[in-house]
T-cell receptor
Framework: NAGVTQTPKFQVLKTGQSMTLQCAQDMNHEYMSWYRQDPGMGLRLIHYSVGAGITDQGEVPNGYNVSRSTTEDFPLRLLSAAPSQTSVYFC????????????FGEGSRLTVL | GQQVMQIPQYQHVQEGEDFTTYCNSSTTLSNIQWYKQRPGGHPVFLIQLVKSGEVKKQKRLTFQFGEAKKNSSLHITATQTTDVGTYFCAGTASATNKLIFGTGTLLAVQP
């Protein structure tokens, strides 16, 4: 099993550009989520999904879109990148919201100039 | 909204000393999880606590969930250099599906 796979690992964007961070899991997990990690801020929840076709906002959703058309995939879209979105992004999945271990991808380091 | 705070933000210990990090939530939690993130790595699950007052041990690590289910602690006995990293708590509020992470405690261990 590959677990949770995130691509790309590194990306540099210019302000105003758009991009999609990909996340896929092969564990048949219903729950998937995106976090961003900034120094001193911990991990902040951007968006999450409790199943295919269902998404909801987390703590810091502004500037990000998500969709969940399949159980396996949960892409994160930046429509118009801003320097404040420079961060490390983690995708994570679990069997359910209250059913234990969250499995994380390796992370995607995004720099917006 | 739900907030989860951790203290201290940073702790530097000599190898062999004990270490404790505390986690406090603004709302009642249905469960609390703990994760460890090594420098440059991704968070890795350590444990989940569900019951009020629950205490669990993993070798030198002891985890507690408060009676009111709003706070938790992680205690490491006799730290080793392999314990270096950032420890996060994460809680699911009883009223929501959101797993919110604490701010983390960075542990440095000097040999």
């Amino acid at each position: 099993n590959a677990g949770v796979t995130q691509t790309p690992k590194f990306q540099v964007l210019k302000t105003g550009q758009s991009m999609t961070l990909q996340c896929a899991q092969d564990m048949n997990h219903e729950y998937m989520s995106w976090y961003r990690q900034d120094p001193g801020m911990g991990l902040r929840l951007i968006h999450y999904s409790v199943g295919a076709g269902i998404t909801d906002q987390g703590e810091v959703p502004n500037g990000y879109n998500v969709s969940r058309s399949t159980t396996e995939d949960f892409p994160l879209r930046l429509l118009s990148a801003a320097p404040s979105q420079t961060s490390v992004y983690f995708c994570a999945s679990s069997l359910g919201t209250n059913t234990g271990e969250l499995f994380f991808g390796e992370g995607s380091r995004l720099t917006v100039l | 909204g739900q907030q989860v705070m951790q203290i201290p933000q940073y702790q530097h210990v000599q190898e062999g000393e004990d270490f404790t990090t505390y986690c406090n939530s603004s709302t009642t939690l249905s469960n609390i999880q703990w994760y460890k993130q090594r420098p440059g790595g991704h968070p890795v699950f350590l444990i989940q606590l569900v019951k009020s007052g629950e205490v669990k041990k993993q070798k030198r690590l002891t985890f507690q969930f408060g009676e009111a289910k709003k706070n938790s602690s992680l205690h490491i006995t006799a730290t080793q250099t392999t314990d270096v990293g950032t420890y996060f708590c994460a809680g699911t509020a009883s009223a929501t599906n959101k797993l919110i992470f604490g701010t983390g405690t960075l542990l440095a261990v000097q040999p």
